[in-house]
């Protein structure tokens, strides 16, 4: 499986954005997909998880009710809308691909980054 990462940027403190992730490659659309972050010197963490049909998801405690997987396997993206931005939420955001509930990633997609001012 494929995957690309986009919508990265600099938004201040209290605001929004929607990151998007293409993917594809054979039976792409039957595997979970997730979001991940890394700052540097950090390990990578995990940000939150798809199941296939988009009928499951859950989320590190950190971003819970602040932000939202979502999938549209017609058009094989995935995408994690962020509202309600903090600083520590900096980092470079990766998507990936693999088994439900996603403890083992299969594939990744470049890195996408977002800065959040303060």
């Known amino acids: 499986v494929q995957l690309q990462a986009s919508g990265g940027g600099l938004v201040q403190a209290g605001g929004s954005l929607r990151l998007s992730c293409i993917h594809s490659?054979?039976?792409?659309?039957?595997?979970?997909k997730g979001w991940f972050r890394q700052v540097p010197g950090k390990e990578r963490e995990f940000v939150a998880a798809?199941?296939?049909?988009?009928?499951?998801?859950y989320y590190a405690d950190s971003v819970q009710g602040r932000f939202t997987i979502s999938r549209d396997n017609a058009n094989n993206t995935i995408y994690l809308q962020m509202n309600s931005l903090k600083p520590e939420d900096t980092a470079v955001y990766y998507c990936?691909?693999?088994?439900?509930?996603?403890?083992?990633?299969?594939?990744w997609g470049q890195g996408t980054l977002v800065t959040v001012s303060s």
């Open positions: 798809i199941n296939w049909s988009g009928g499951s998801t």
């Open positions: 490659g054979r039976h792409s659309r039957t595997y979970a």
């Open positions: 990936a691909s693999g088994q439900w509930p996603l403890q083992r990633v299969r594939d």
